[in-house]
Structure formats: structure tokens, C-alpha cells
């Protein structure tokens, strides 16, 4: 919502406040000010200029020489480029020395040989959005209204002195939608009255019921439609300072009928629609809903088809209007608009709702009646409109409103006392306060046996609840003076659990290797739900999905992370290392809500190392995340309980695929995405992982012991092994410490061959082996023994010893 703070001045006094000073207060009583825009920052000598003489550039067919009395003793002559400029018109002129939006400087210069004292501006390059610019001088310049004097100040006629808020409401706060919501709002924090504008007008004899008929066949959808005849208009421009505030609003203007119901939106936050009486042509309306295939063009241009449940304004046989969202083109108002139907009504919020989402259609109108308008206004904003249109449009208001109203307006009645709002916010707001802070808001109220019994105000479709009255008084109090205090517990608040502590490690190390973290989405297709997952478990389907990719809780972490992969590298990022924390949703527990794990996923692809000059380029490879796992069980306390052994899962290369182990028990999986998965996901080698995350850190550790540097050295040999190809490492590893005592400390692969010298179907593993005793100095001959029964064991289960 923008809010004009000259227009807004019209309603209560904020003279003596400073903009910033204003938006401070309106922020920290509970409505964001997200900008204050003073809209002449920066802009200076800009004036009304009158074009007296307007000749084509002898030698630029798109230029035209002007002569502009600006009003100084002798006309200048200007350089404009403009379609629309004319002899005879008043426009808007930056002279020499005038800065514009941007901090450009209007200087004298020369055009094609012809000298140019200024500029003839548009109303963009005065900043306007080119959104809110009338479309008759959206691609040129700006002609000012013919009574403007030359060397008035332009500023003031544009509305351009003046400064705008903008405020960020919350879905609750619908009442500060309008000029007066944001006036009440205001005057509280000030502790200021409320000016309400005027609606009196003169009627003429003639009864507008005589004209019109209604007959509303939806009242559940529609208890009150209000509607005011206005005839003898004249439809033209409206005037300078009405257009001026629309566009502050961010309302582009049309014609006077049309903007004094945008005007008045924007001023009571109750939409209106106006209607050409004659394009009407049956003298009714009828509000029904719509028949199955109903068509009707709207005012943007748009056929849009209906179906039964959307509701519809008629002229008793055919739509003229989409209820609460849209007008039709076949009523509108137009040029040689002689008589104009004013519509004020009430529609239910869920039933606009619900249309303006299945047709696609948001509106100004449509955003307000879906969050409730004040029933109490509906009326008075169409009188407002009708006095309006006789002061603007020359109109001639028949007397009375054409009505139907079954629309329930009683406020809502809110009891609360004293003692429940002192409780609720810790603190003693003495009763005298609670009692001027209601006044100042204008809430009727009264005390009676300690209580307050306030009757809500209509506009404050918010206020149901004695909690709301709670917020009210603590944000008009003011938030800061509520004292801070901790809570009193057994416990530290704000600490961490020792598994959150654990997960913030694991966050941490992923991010110190390399890798970035991805969020993703839980939901999936049901084809992708259970791809790559560690356990599976029947799926949990949406009753009603967005779409068919996202109607299945996920059972794996990595589908999602493989697209993100894809994403990027389709972008041009070569080298993608993506990792996710998140929960998988596994079958149906036993409160009949799926159960939640949490796992931890990676997908790495391109050079693992960056490929410097001092570096050459290495490419991501199984090792390299086995790596990455690894240090993480290290960091987790883990590492001694943690191995691998060979795996395969479907999407995965059947060699380069491992389990990763916990106590025997299988927690995750490592491997290479198979060459047919990488070529359907347009991918080069990519290498993923997927732990259960819940497992690890529910996992009983140790805690970390200091364990001194050992004073003795430490002695090592070499065992170089022929086995056959199928035997895996882990198994010799296994049967090396199996066999070895205390005094191994590290077991190291430092070499395998396959090739010439070398049986057919036969390896060569070669081990590097660590002896160390942190009490005393090793002997060879305690090294030997105990390496020739690591031998003796290999040789036992067929392994081959190498010279």
C-alpha cells in the first residue's frame, strides 16, 4: 500500500512530523514501512512552460523546434523529440541548471546546429513508473491542464512535492488497504482526530429506482448491493491534483468516471464499479451465478469462460461484470458515457476468492474483497463516488440508492479485562492507559465489573478475540516497553541439544570440503519417490497435488539434488559439489502420519581440486567422496565403527558402488551415477552419497580423550600381495588387523597393479603397515613376529606374498 502523506494530511493532522520520523512510529506500532519515497528528492527548477511556436528541425525529421514561454521576459527556444508536442500546449520544461531523477543536469546545448535552452519532459523522465502513466502520454511528453501558468512551479501541479510511504501489511491488517484505514491507524499513534470526507450532494427529483431495477438470486454471495444512477455526465480528464494522487498510489488514471472509483477504492478501500447506463440496455441488474460456458470479455480485453459457481453481475440476461473482480467491455464506460450506474457492494470473500484464482484474474478490487471489507462503508463510498461525479462530471444524482441489503453489520463484541492483558504481556499497564489507548484507536467500549466490553469497529475485520485486543494495546503501548526477562526453567534456554550440536557439525564440515548447501523440495513425482532410496517403504501420496511433480513425499534426498547438478552444469558451471540435509518420509507411522528420517546426501561433479597454476586439474572420483564420508565419521566420532563393502542400486555404475556400514548394520551408499543415468541427466561423472544422518547421530560415541604425542618412533613395512581380481581389500585389511596385536596403529594401500607380469585374472595389492608402542621403543624382532603372522594369515586364505 502507498500512502500519499499530502493526501493522507486531509484526514489527520501529521503537520510537524517528519516523514521519517512518521514511518519510525507507524513501524514500531506493527505495520512495516518498507520505503519513504520523497518524490522531489533531487529534482529543482522544473516549470510550466506554454509552447507558442512548434517547427520541424531543418535538418532532423524526429526533432521539432519549439518556442516556450516559461515565464521570463523572453521565450526560449527548445529541442524536442516528442510525437505529441504542439504549438499552443502547456508542458512540463527542466530549464537550464534543473536536475532530474538520477542526478542528471539540464544543460544548453546544441541539436543538430540549433541551440536547445532546456528540455520538454515526459512524466517518466520525472520519475513516475511508466505503469501509472496515462496512456495518451505514455511514449511523449506530459500537456498540462490549459489554466497552468507559465514559470509556475511544475512540481506542485504534478503532485510531485509530497512524500509516499510504503507500507508492507500482513494479511490481518486489511483495514490499512485504504487512505482512511491507514488515517485511523495514524491519528492513534498521534493521538489525533479523524477527518471523514465529505458525501453530501444534491439529488435531483427523480428517483433513481425509477430507472434501475435489481434483483440479486445469490444473497449467500451477495447480501448487499448498493447502486446510485448519475446522469448528464460529461467524461474527460479529471483534474491535475486527482490524477496526481492516483499515480502516487500506483493507479495509472483513465477518465474522470473511472478514477473517481479507483479514487474512492483507494480512499475507503471499498472497490466500485461504474457502468455505462445506456450500454446496459434492459434498465436492471441481476446478480446471479454464472450458467456452465457462460462467456464473457473482460475489461482488459480478455474472453473468459464461467463456470456455475462463479458469480456474475448481469443486465438480466447476459454478464456485465465478473462479481467483485472484473468489469465487462460491453458496459463500459466510454467517451460518450452520458449516464453512469455506480455498483457498491458486498461480496463473500471466499466466493471472489475462489474466482479471481481459477480464472487468473488479481485486481485491486478482487485483493480487497478477499480480505473483507468494512460492511459499514459499502453505502457511504457509493455516495462518495456519486458527489464526486456531480463536482468532476458535471453529473446530475438521482435521489435515492436502488438496494438490496441483507448483510448482517453489528461489530464484533469483545470482553477482556485488565488482569488477562497484564498476564499475557508480563508487565502493569495501569487501567487508565489500556483506557486512552482505546479511545485513541476508537473503539467504543465499556467497563463494566473489570472488564472491557468492546464493540471491534467493522473496519477492523481483525479484532474477534480478547488476544487481539491484547496486540492492540501492547503495539500502541509500544512493543519496546515491554520488559525483557528470561524464561525461569532447570534448563539453559537457547543451548543446543547434542544432536542438534552434532548436525551443525556435519553442516559445517560438508561446507569446509567444498561442497555448497542445496534445499530442495520434499514432494516429487511418484516415479522418482522411491529412486535411489536407502530403505523403502510404502509412499505417502497429496489428496490434492499442485501437480503431478509434486504429488509424493520423497524416500531419497538425491533426485532433487540431481537436478540442481543438472541445472547448474546447464548453465555453464562445469564443477557442481551440492550437498542437502533434509528429511526422507518413510511409510506410515504409528500416529498414521508418515515417519520422518533425516539423511544426509551429496552429488559432486567435475575437477575436485581447482586446477591452479600451481595445481593441475583433478577430477572428482569415488575416492574422492569416500574421502569426504570418511573424515566425516571422524568428525562425528565414528570412524572405528564405519566400513564399506561392494554395493549396487539401481542407477548406480555396479563396480564403483559401495555400502557404507555402521556396526555391521548399513546407514548409506557411495557410487558413481551409471553412464545411462548420467546420460539422461545430461551429466559427465558425477559421484553421490546418501547417509542416514539419524542413524549417525543418535549413534553412542565416546567422548574425545586427549592422546599425547608419542615420544618413540614408529616402525613400517611393506606386504605386496597377488591375489585374484574378485578378492576385495577391505577383506585382506579385515584379516591383516585380525591377525596383527596391539602394536598396528595404520593399515595404508599404497599400490594396485593389473597388467603384464601378472596372471590372468590375478591383482596385486600392496599394504603399508604401521607399528608403534607409545610406552617404548620398538625391537625388529617384535615387529617381525608379529608382520610374519599377518602373512602366515594371508597365505592361509589363498593371497600370494610378492619380493
Known amino acids: 500500500m502507498k500512502v500519499s502523506l499530502n493526501w493522507l494530511s486531509e484526514y489527520v493532522d501529521i503537520e510537524g512530523v517528519e516523514p521519517a520520523e512518521l514511518a519510525e512510529k507507524i513501524t514500531r506500532s506493527g505495520i512495516e514501512v518498507d520505503a519513504v519515497d520523497n518524490r522531489?528528492?533531487?529534482?529543482?527548477?522544473?516549470?510550466?512552460?506554454?509552447?507558442?511556436?512548434?517547427?520541424?528541425?531543418?535538418?532532423?525529421?524526429?526533432?521539432?523546434?519549439?518556442?516556450?514561454?516559461v515565464g521570463e521576459e523572453e521565450p526560449s527556444q527548445i529541442i524536442c523529440g516528442a510525437p505529441n508536442v504542439a504549438a499552443g500546449q502547456k508542458?512540463?520544461?527542466?530549464?537550464?541548471?534543473?536536475?532530474?531523477?538520477?542526478?542528471?543536469?539540464?544543460?544548453?546545448?546544441?541539436?543538430?546546429?540549433?541551440?536547445?535552452?532546456?528540455?520538454?519532459?515526459?512524466?517518466?523522465?520525472?520519475?513516475?513508473?511508466?505503469?501509472?502513466?496515462?496512456?495518451?502520454?505514455?511514449?511523449?511528453?506530459?500537456?498540462?491542464?490549459?489554466?497552468?501558468?507559465?514559470?509556475?512551479d511544475a512540481l506542485g501541479l504534478l503532485g510531485l512535492n509530497d512524500t509516499v510511504l510504503e507500507l508492507d501489511l500482513t494479511p490481518n491488517r486489511s483495514d490499512?488497504?485504504?487512505?482512511?484505514?491507514?488515517?485511523?491507524?495514524?491519528?492513534?499513534?498521534?493521538?489525533?482526530?479523524?477527518?471523514?470526507?465529505?458525501?453530501?450532494?444534491?439529488?435531483?427529483?427523480?428517483?433513481?429506482?425509477?430507472?434501475?431495477?435489481?434483483?440479486?438470486?445469490?444473497?449467500?454471495?451477495?447480501?448487499?448491493?448498493?447502486?446510485?444512477?448519475?446522469?448528464?455526465?460529461?467524461?474527460?480528464?479529471?483534474?491535475?491534483?486527482?490524477?496526481?494522487?492516483?499515480?502516487?498510489?500506483?493507479?495509472?488514471?483513465?477518465?474522470?468516471?473511472?478514477?473517481i472509483t479507483n479514487y474512492v477504492l483507494m480512499e475507503y478501500g471499498q472497490p466500485l464499479h461504474a457502468f455505462d447506463y445506456d450500454r446496459l440496455g434492459t434498465k436492471e441488474i441481476a446478480v446471479r451465478h454464472a450458467a456452465k460456458g457462460e462467456v464473457i470479455e473482460t475489461l482488459d480485453g480478455t474472453e473468459r469462460s464461467l463456470e456455475p459457481h462463479h458469480l456474475v453481475i448481469t443486465n438480466g440476461r447476459e454478464p456485465v461484470a465478473i462479481a467483485g473482480v472484473m468489469g465487462g467491455a460491453n458496459s463500459e464506460v466510454h467517451d460518450g458515457t452520458t449516464t453512469v450506474v455506480i455498483e457498491a457492494a458486498y461480496f463473500s470473500p471466499a466466493s471472489v476468492r475462489k474466482t479471481s484464482r481459477e480464472l487468473g484474474l488479481r485486481s485491486d478490487a478482487s485483493t480487497r474483497f478477499e480480505k473483507g471489507v468494512?460492511?459499514?462503508?459499502?453505502?457511504?463510498?457509493?455516495?462518495?463516488?456519486?458527489?464526486?461525479?456531480?463536482?468532476?462530471?458535471?453529473?446530475?444524482?438521482?435521489?435515492?440508492?436502488?438496494?438490496?441489503?441483507?448483510?448482517?453489520?453489528?461489530?464484533?463484541?469483545?470482553?477482556?479485562?485488565?488482569?488477562?492483558?497484564?498476564?499475557?504481556?508480563?508487565?502493569?499497564?495501569?487501567?487508565?492507559?489500556?483506557?486512552?489507548?482505546?479511545?485513541?484507536?476508537?473503539?467504543?467500549?465499556?467497563?463494566?465489573?473489570?472488564?472491557?466490553?468492546?464493540d471491534a469497529p467493522t473496519r477492523r475485520v481483525d479484532i474477534t478475540i480478547p488476544e487481539d485486543i491484547v496486540e492492540e494495546i501492547a503495539r500502541l503501548y509500544g512493543y519496546d516497553e515491554i520488559p525483557a526477562t528470561l524464561p525461569v526453567t532447570e534448563s539453559?534456554?537457547?543451548?543446543?541439544?547434542?544432536?542438534?550440536?552434532?548436525?551443525?557439525?556435519?553442516?559445517?564440515?560438508?561446507?569446509g570440503a567444498?561442497?555448497?548447501?542445496?534445499?530442495?523440495?520434499?514432494?516429487?513425482s511418484e516415479s522418482e519417490s522411491q529412486k535411489f532410496a536407502l530403505e523403502t517403504a510404502p509412499v505417502t501420496r497429496l489428496l490434492m497435488p499442485m501437480s503431478e511433480d509434486r504429488s509424493t513425499l520423497r524416500q531419497s534426498l538425491l533426485p532433487h539434488l540431481l537436478a540442481a547438478v543438472t541445472y547448474n552444469t546447464a548453465r555453464q558451471t562445469s564443477?557442481?559439489?551440492?550437498?542437502?540435509?533434509?528429511?526422507?518420509?518413510?511409510?506410515?507411522?504409528?500416529?498414521?502420519?508418515?515417519?520422518?528420517?533425516?539423511?544426509?546426501?551429496?552429488?559432486?561433479?567435475?575437477?575436485?581440486?581447482?586446477?591452479?597454476?600451481?595445481?593441475?586439474?583433478?577430477?572428482?572420483?569415488?575416492?574422492?567422496?569416500?574421502?569426504?564420508?570418511?573424515?566425516?565419521?571422524?568428525?562425528?566420532g565414528l570412524s572405528e565403527n564405519l566400513s564399506f563393502r561392494k554395493g549396487e542400486m539401481d542407477g548406480l555404475h555396479p563396480g564403483r558402488t559401495a555400502d557404507v556400514l555402521l556396526n555391521g548394520q548399513q546407514?548409506?551408499?557411495?557410487?558413481?551415477?551409471?553412464?545411462?543415468?548420467?546420460?539422461?541427466?545430461?551429466?559427465?561423472?558425477?559421484?553421490?552419497?546418501?547417509?542416514?544422518?539419524?542413524?549417525?547421530?543418535?549413534?553412542?560415541?565416546?567422548?574425545?580423550?586427549?592422546?599425547?604425542?608419542?615420544?618413540?618412533?614408529?616402525?613400517?613395512?611393506?606386504?605386496?600381495?597377488?591375489?585374484?581380481?574378485?578378492?576385495?581389500?577391505?577383506?585382506?585389511?579385515?584379516?591383516?588387523?585380525?591377525?596383527?596385536g596391539s602394536m598396528l596403529k595404520e593399515v595404508r594401500i599404497f599400490d594396485v597393479y593389473e597388467g603384464e607380469r601378472m596372471e590372468e585374472g590375478m591383482k596385486s595389492i600392496a599394504f603399508s603397515l604401521t607399528y608403534l608402542d607409545p610406552e617404548r621403543t620398538l625391537t625388529d624382532e617384535e615387529v617381525t613376529e608379529a608382520h610374519n603372522r599377518i602373512v602366515a594369515a594371508l597365505e592361509a586364505e589363498g593371497a600370494q606374498t610378492r619380493n
Open 40 to 69: 522531489s528528492e533531487g529534482l529543482k527548477n522544473i516549470v510550466v512552460g506554454h509552447v507558442l511556436e512548434c517547427n520541424q528541425h531543418p535538418q532532423a525529421d524526429k526533432l521539432n523546434i519549439c518556442v516556450v514561454d
Open 91 to 152: 508542458v512540463i520544461v527542466a530549464r537550464p541548471g534543473a536536475r532530474l531523477p538520477g542526478g542528471m543536469k539540464i544543460k544548453k546545448a546544441k541539436l543538430r546546429g540549433e541551440e536547445s535552452h532546456g528540455m520538454i519532459c515526459s512524466l517518466q523522465e520525472l520519475g513516475f513508473d511508466g505503469k501509472v502513466v496515462p496512456k495518451a502520454y505514455a511514449s511523449g511528453i506530459y500537456v498540462l491542464p490549459e489554466e497552468s501558468r507559465p514559470g509556475q
Open 176 to 259: 490499512a488497504l485504504s487512505m482512511l484505514g491507514v488515517a485511523y491507524e495514524t491519528a492513534a499513534i498521534l493521538s489525533k482526530e479523524v477527518t471523514l470526507p465529505e458525501t453530501a450532494h444534491d439529488e435531483a427529483a427523480v428517483p433513481a429506482s425509477d430507472l434501475l431495477g435489481l434483483r440479486i438470486e445469490s444473497p449467500e454471495a451477495n447480501p448487499l448491493y448498493a447502486a446510485k444512477v448519475v446522469r448528464n455526465v460529461t467524461v474527460g480528464e479529471s483534474p491535475e491534483w486527482l490524477k496526481a494522487r492516483l499515480m502516487a498510489a500506483g493507479v495509472r488514471p483513465h477518465n474522470n468516471i473511472v478514477d
Open 374 to 454: 468494512d460492511p459499514n462503508r459499502v453505502v457511504e463510498a457509493g455516495e462518495r463516488a456519486a458527489a464526486l461525479m456531480a463536482e468532476l462530471a458535471g453529473g446530475e444524482v438521482l435521489s435515492g440508492t436502488v438496494l438490496f441489503d441483507e448483510l448482517d453489520k453489528e461489530p464484533k463484541r469483545v470482553a477482556v479485562s485488565p488482569d488477562f492483558i497484564n498476564e499475557r504481556l508480563g508487565m502493569k499497564i495501569p487501567f487508565e492507559e489500556m483506557e486512552e489507548i482505546l479511545k485513541r484507536l476508537k473503539f467504543p467500549y465499556e467497563a463494566v465489573n473489570g472488564q472491557f466490553i468492546i
Open 492 to 511: 539453559i534456554p537457547g543451548g543446543l541439544s547434542p544432536y542438534q550440536e552434532k548436525r551443525r557439525t556435519v553442516r559445517r564440515y560438508l561446507e
Open 514 to 524: 567444498g561442497l555448497y548447501q542445496a534445499i530442495t523440495y520434499s514432494l516429487t
Open 575 to 636: 564443477s557442481v559439489a551440492l550437498y542437502e540435509v533434509g528429511s526422507v518420509f518413510l511409510g506410515e507411522g504409528e500416529d498414521g502420519l508418515p515417519t520422518e528420517v533425516e539423511h544426509v546426501a551429496g552429488a559432486i561433479t567435475g575437477d575436485w581440486s581447482g586446477g591452479g597454476w600451481q595445481e593441475g586439474h583433478k577430477q572428482v572420483d569415488f575416492y574422492s567422496v569416500k574421502g569426504v564420508v570418511e573424515e566425516l565419521a571422524a568428525k562425528l
Open 667 to 740: 546407514v548409506g551408499v557411495i557410487g558413481q551415477l551409471h553412464p545411462s543415468e548420467q546420460k539422461a541427466r545430461d551429466l559427465k561423472e558425477t559421484i553421490v552419497f546418501e547417509l542416514n544422518l539419524q542413524r549417525l547421530l543418535n549413534e553412542d560415541t565416546e567422548p574425545l580423550l586427549y592422546t599425547p604425542v608419542p615420544k618413540f618412533p614408529s616402525i613400517s613395512r611393506d606386504i605386496a600381495l597377488v591375489v585374484p581380481k574378485a578378492v576385495e581389500a577391505a577383506t585382506l585389511e579385515n584379516t591383516i588387523r585380525a591377525n596383527a
